[in-house]
């Protein structure tokens, strides 16, 4: 089994992870998926009305849905981070009291997550998904405990993310696909052309992680083998 941490799209029968469910959508779990579900911040200023907190609470109660998020900061858009933080740190706060992981959407935003982070006392992992930090952010990021996610961008060669990869200690590491028609083994061969570890060994190391953050599911499993 080939862990694909966070896609956009029902994941084929030798993968498992998340697919990303916007909380604005009708929520209609397929068997044999996983899913987070969250408030993206690019979303916004499209909700017809502030039920939204109420709808995402009981949607993540579900067994299928392991993950709060996509969710987070991103200083791209016109929506003010102010407005942003609000809502992202409501999401911060459903984790805590469900304990389940958050997946993060971050652009330009990696200081304001590290300032949240400092102020939080819960223990759920946050996991920067589509990371592509610089090495200098990457180092403060796993000081603060972050989890990161490397997808497609990776295969575009360059150094800077690269050196980010080979910083990221093997216990905090997932790749994914996100809304990317690139097949998932690509990105783990890439990544163990960049760090020296083979493909197969990259597979197990990122499997264990998600046993270990995503209890639940390894509880399931075993239940029905």
């Given at each position: 089994?080939?862990?694909?941490?966070?896609?956009?799209?029902?994941?084929?029968?030798?993968?498992?992870g998340?697919?990303?469910?916007?909380?604005?959508?009708?929520?209609?779990?397929?068997?044999?998926?996983?899913?987070?579900?969250?408030?993206?911040?690019?979303?916004?200023?499209?909700?017809?009305?502030?039920?939204?907190?109420?709808?995402?609470?009981?949607?993540?109660?579900?067994?299928?849905?392991?993950?709060?998020?996509?969710?987070?900061?991103?200083?791209?858009?016109?929506?003010?981070?102010?407005?942003?933080?609000?809502?992202?740190?409501?999401?911060?706060?459903?984790?805590?009291?469900?304990?389940?992981?958050?997946?993060?959407?971050?652009?330009?935003?990696?200081?304001?997550?590290?300032?949240?982070?400092?102020?939080?006392?819960?223990?759920?992992?946050?996991?920067?998904?589509?990371?592509?930090?610089?090495?200098?952010?990457?180092?403060?990021?796993?000081?603060?405990?972050?989890?990161?996610?490397?997808?497609?961008?990776?295969?575009?060669?360059?150094?800077?993310?690269?050196?980010?990869?080979?910083?990221?200690?093997?216990?905090?590491?997932?790749?994914?696909?996100?809304?990317?028609?690139?097949?998932?083994?690509?990105?783990?061969?890439f990544?163990?052309?960049?760090?020296?570890?083979?493909?197969?060994?990259?597979?197990?190391?990122?499997?264990?992680?998600?046993?270990?953050?995503?209890?639940?599911?390894?509880?399931?499993r075993?239940?029905?083998?």
């Amino acid at each position: 089994m080939i862990i694909n941490l966070h896609a956009h799209f029902q994941l084929s029968p030798e993968q498992t992870g998340l697919i990303n469910h916007p909380v604005q959508m009708d929520f209609h779990p397929e068997p044999d998926q996983y899913y987070s579900a969250g408030l993206h911040p690019w979303d916004l200023d499209v909700l017809m009305n502030d039920k939204w907190l109420l709808s995402l609470e009981k949607i993540i109660t579900h067994p299928q849905v392991l993950a709060v998020g996509e969710c987070g900061l991103d200083r791209s858009i016109e929506t003010p981070v102010d407005r942003q933080k609000a809502a992202f740190i409501s999401q911060v706060e459903l984790a805590e009291k469900y304990t389940k992981p958050l997946i993060l959407h971050a652009v330009r935003s990696y200081s304001d997550l590290l300032q949240i982070k400092k102020t939080r006392t819960g223990t759920v992992p946050w996991i920067l998904h589509g990371y592509q930090g610089s090495p200098e952010i990457t180092r403060q990021l796993i000081g603060q405990g972050f989890c990161f996610s490397f997808g497609a961008a990776l295969l575009n060669d360059q150094e800077k993310l690269n050196s980010s990869l080979r910083l990221v200690p093997p216990d905090h590491l997932f790749f994914e696909t996100d809304d990317k028609m690139v097949p998932i083994e690509s990105i783990y061969i890439f990544a163990s052309s960049v760090t020296g570890i083979t493909p197969a060994e990259l597979k197990a190391n990122v499997s264990r992680n998600f046993c270990t953050i995503f209890k639940k599911w390894e509880t399931g499993r075993n239940e029905q083998l």
